[in-house]
Each structure stands twice: as C-alpha cells, then as structure tokens.
C-alpha cells in the first residue's frame, strides 16, 4: 500500500511541567510493531490551554487516526475536543486508552458516539495493532485490549496485560520536547498491594523491566536537562535487592555519569524498608532524592478494609529514621473519607503524620475510580461521590458533608502554612505555646480563611492575615510571634523584604543603617552580587541575615545567621 496514513497520539497534560509518558510508549509500539506507511507522531499540551488552538493543531495535520491518553485529571478536555474534531473531521477515527477509560469503555461507546475505538489497559500492542488494521482495512476483532463498534453492536474486551517490558519511549523527539520540564521513568508495572482505592492492582503483578535498561534510561534522563526524574514505579522498594542496586548505581555515578543537582523521586512502602535501603538513603548526598510515602491512614481497621496491610509502628520508625540526616525531601500523605475514618479517628492520623515532622503532609481526599473495588462493590464501600471527575468522596457513613468540607479547608491552611515551607519558625511556635493540636489549628485557620475567600491572596497579604489572627490567641507574644513570621520570609524569601505587616518605614531606615556597618567587616559584608535579606528583631534584639545563594536542596531554605545588637 502507497497511501498516507497520518497518526496524532495526543496527551493533555494538568500543568506544562508535566511531561507524559504515555504517548512516547505508543509511538515506541508503532515503530516497533506497525509496517511502513504508518507515519505518527505526539501532540502535547494542557488541560488549560484554548481547546481551539489545540484543535488547529490536530486539524493542520489532518490525522487518519487521534489517539488520546485518558486520565481523570483530563477527560473532560479530551471528550470536549474528540467531539470538536469529530464534527469537523468526521472520517478522522477516534481512539481513547489510559486508565481512565480501561474499566469503563462499553458505557462510554455508548454514551459518546463520536468515539470510535477505546483500548483498555496497556496500549502498545492493542493501538499499533490496531493501526496496522485500519491502514489495512482489516478486520478489528482479535485484538486485545479493543473496545469498539460492529454492527451497531459494541464489542467489549477485558483490559489487556503485557507480560513483556515494553520498547523505550526515550526517542530523540521525546528529549527535543521534554523541554527542563519533570522527567518520567518507568522501570517496572504492576503493584504488590491491592488497595481498594487504587487501580494498580489490577493491572497484573509486578513485572521490572531489564535492570541495565533501567540504569541506561536513568542516565539518559538525568542528563536531559531535567532538574528531577520521578520514577512512577508504583512501589519502588516492592523488590529490595533492586531498589538497593539503582539507588546504590545512582549514588556512585553521581558526579560522573549522573550531573550533579538532579533529583530522583521514588514512591515506597515505608513499613517495608530494610537495612540496606535505610543506610543507603542516610548514605545519599543531600537532594539527590525525595521519597514519597503512602499512609493514608493510622487507624488499623481502616487499613484492614482498604485491603492495606501496614505495620504502622514500623512505618513511624522508618520515617524518623529517614527524616534524622535531613538529606531526603520526605512527603508523606493521608486520604481523608476511607471507610470507618470519622473525623476524631482521622485528626489522630492527621496529629501522629504531623508529628514526625515531614517535609511534606498531603491531604488528599477519596475518589472513586472507575475499575476501583471501592467503586464497584458500593455495599461494601457504601460512599456517596462526585459522578464527575474525579469522582471526590463527598459523604460517607463515618464522615458528613460538613466534615469534609473542614478538611478542605484545613488542606489549603496546610499548603500554605506548612508545606509551602515557607512558616517553618511560625508553626513551631504557634504549636509550642497554644493549647492545640496541629490538627484543630489547621482546621481552624483554614476554616477562617475559607469563609474570607483569599484564593488570589499575596504573600504578603497572606503573612499578614496570619500575623492578626495568631497574634489574638491565648498565649501567643506578639512580639515572637511577628519575629518568628520576620525569619520564615527572611529564610524562604529571596526577595529579602519584609511585607508591612512585619516593619515600618523607621525600621526600615535603622536596618539600612545596620547593613552599612556590616558591610565594613570582612567577615559581615554582603558579597558582590549577591543579594541580601535582613530583619531587626524585636524580641531578641538582633539582627538576622540571609545572603540568598546556596539553598537547602531538602527544605528549601537559606541560611540564617543573627548578630546581636548593642
């Protein structure tokens, strides 16, 4: 066959920063397995961008065949623009995979005509076999994975398992579009555990890729450009001997085969860490890695009815121990609206996570996804959710509306207060002198905040919101409290002022004065070219210093240095 068969894979991503895997792995099964003839290539862009300016795109190129790469974070775009292109292209065939659309794909053939064709789990040999059909004008039944119309009919297929790795999506195109954005690696699919929440289980049981690829690809990826490769591995330290080998390989070439200043990002099982992975990641330079660590929850029959078997007093010990050589950005998250989690039960899992003192605390919330036990077996789990995505849990049995709606406020408090890293000092304070839990004092910040609605709130409107409102509770010394709030911007700020909550125009001019007797001693004086920051404080009579030029690669912060003030 002489004809022109033009294929786009299109991926929408949540943020520019993001760059996808998905679409490279299609393109790697085309090149493998599709016959000459087959010209295809990759469409990025974001769920924000103006759907008819990725539209002009698509249509410029005038595909044969659109693929699209479907998460819940997406779909809404995708089906906006599959019916766009449809109704002005309506020979272009339509083909949607990911695991959005895997479990669901009869119901939405159904539902969305415009939708010729859905591949339910992994893609690669069910799309590049379907190409081959269609520039053939073969008949499509026998291909796994392919959900599709006949005869007015709709044909449903299970989602499909590879049990071979597949090809490398790291072709040239993929680095000249990768662009310094986040760089993904995969080294292995499937996952150990089965929690009820979560579709990883289901996409069969562990299968690592070639363990010299994986070395080769992380190579190649940390000298991208990229400034952090995030491993998506679902748990990396599922097979310990592994996981010890790349992160010991990672450790030894940094420097020479790894650039220095690029960063690894894993998600694991704490509760599994042994001995030789702990002193490994104690072992690590500081800001080579970041470790991500699921708790969801502390309470133990919680656990037991998402199907997550966790020793939660191994895990807390594994955490402190990672977190004593602060070489290692730690976050760790809980999700709010699991079964029998009422709010008592998760303000304790919110107070014991807080308590080990993580670099990051998310608070994320239920969703019910389609393909999920939790969706599927609704007596079991008897949640009432958003049917559009991302499928949010709004009530459950254990947790009212109201409830949910605290913790949504108590989420944005916790972002902006704690893991913005910016109010380190402030809280610490705070929590040392009133009579709360940090839990209670999310909740009740957040709440305050939210029925203010500060969404497009400065920095500096924000410091100052907080400066009025924990100044008024029992306890609290104003005078620390706005020192305190003065070393937080001072350290996590190289902008290196204070907003006018925090000085006057007098303060202003004394510090000026300050900084000019620094600068005649030696060892005080500001380096040329770089920029300094500085506050006088109140309570210790002092002044305090930043000069912004080596940050913490792990908090994100720069050194502070005071000296007394006569």
């Not at 992994?122 to 059909?133: I, Q």
């Not at 070395?215 to 748990?235: F, P």
């Amino acid at each position: 066959m002489d004809k022109t068969f033009n294929v786009i894979i299109c991926a929408l991503n949540s943020k520019y920063i993001h760059s996808s895997l998905a679409p490279w792995y299609l393109l790697a099964g085309i090149k493998q397995w599709c016959g000459e003839g087959i010209n295809a290539s990759v469409l990025e862009g974001t769920i924000k961008d103006d759907t008819g300016k990725i539209f002009a795109k698509i249509a410029d190129k005038k595909p044969n065949v659109l693929g699209f790469c479907c998460y819940i974070w997406n779909i809404t775009a995708v089906l906006k623009l599959s019916k766009l292109v449809k109704e002005n292209s309506p020979d272009t065939i339509l083909v949607l995979g990911g695991p959005e659309v895997s479990y669901n794909a009869g119901r939405l053939l159904e539902e969305h005509p415009f939708i010729d064709c859905i591949i339910s789990g992994e893609g690669e040999k069910p799309f590049a076999r379907l190409l081959n059909s269609l520039y053939r004008e073969e008949p499509l039944s026998g291909i796994p994975g392919l959900n599709f119309r006949s005869g007015g009919e709709i044909v449903e297929s299970s989602p499909f398992v590879d049990n071979q790795q597949p090809p490398s999506p790291y072709c040239r195109e993929y680095f000249e579009t990768l662009d310094n954005r986040l760089a993904y690696l995969e080294t292995s699919r499937g996952c150990p555990y089965s929690c009820a929440f979560c579709l990883s289980g289901r996409a069969g049981s562990v299968r690592y890729f070639d363990i010299e690829r994986a070395k080769k690809e992380l190579v190649l990826l940390s000298k991208s450009g990229a400034r952090t490769v995030k491993l998506v591995d679902r748990t990396f330290n599922a097979n310990k001997k592994r996981a010890a080998e790349l992160i010991e390989f990672i450790i030894t070439n940094r420097g020479t085969q790894i650039p220095e200043g690029v960063c690894f990002h894993f998600e694991i099982a704490g509760d599994i860490l042994d001995e030789s992975l702990l002193s490994l990641f104690n072992s690590a330079p500081k800001g080579l890695f970041q470790l991500e660590i699921g708790l969801q929850s502390f309470n133990p029959k919680t656990l037991k009815a998402i199907n997550r078997q966790t020793d939660t007093d191994r895990l807390k010990e594994n955490i402190r121990r990672l977190l004593k050589p602060q070489n290692i950005h730690i976050h760790i998250d809980l999700i709010a609206g699991l079964p029998f989690e009422g709010l008592d039960s998760f303000a304790e899992s919110f107070n014991t996570a807080y308590s080990l003192k993580p670099h990051m605390l998310q608070l994320g919330f239920l969703k019910l996804l389609h393909g999920s036990p939790m969706r599927q077996n609704r007596e079991k789990y008897p949640c009432r959710f958003s049917e559009r995505p991302p499928y949010e849990v709004v009530e459950t049995p254990w947790i009212s509306r109201d409830e949910l709606q605290l913790l949504r406020y108590a989420e944005d408090a916790l972002n902006r207060l704690y893991n913005s890293g910016r109010f380190p000092r402030t809280l610490e304070y705070i929590l040392s002198q009133a009579e709360t839990t940090p839990f209670k004092l999310f909740c009740e910040f957040g709440k305050y905040c939210g029925e203010k609605d500060i969404s497009g709130i400065s920095l500096d409107g924000y410091t100052a919101l907080v400066f009025d409102y924990f100044s008024r509770w029992e306890n609290i010394d104003k005078s620390v409290l706005r020192d305190k709030l003065a070393c937080d911007r001072i350290a996590t700020n190289p902008a290196g002022y204070l907003p006018p909550a925090l000085t006057s125009e007098d303060e202003v001019i004394r510090l000026k004065q300050i900084l000019k007797q620094l600068n005649l001693n030696r060892e005080t004086a500001q380096i040329k070219g770089i920029k300094r920051g500085a506050a006088i404080l109140h309570s210790e009579n002092c002044i305090v210093y930043a000069d912004y030029t080596g940050k913490d690669p792990v908090t994100g912060e720069y050194e502070l240095k005071k000296i007394k003030l006569e």
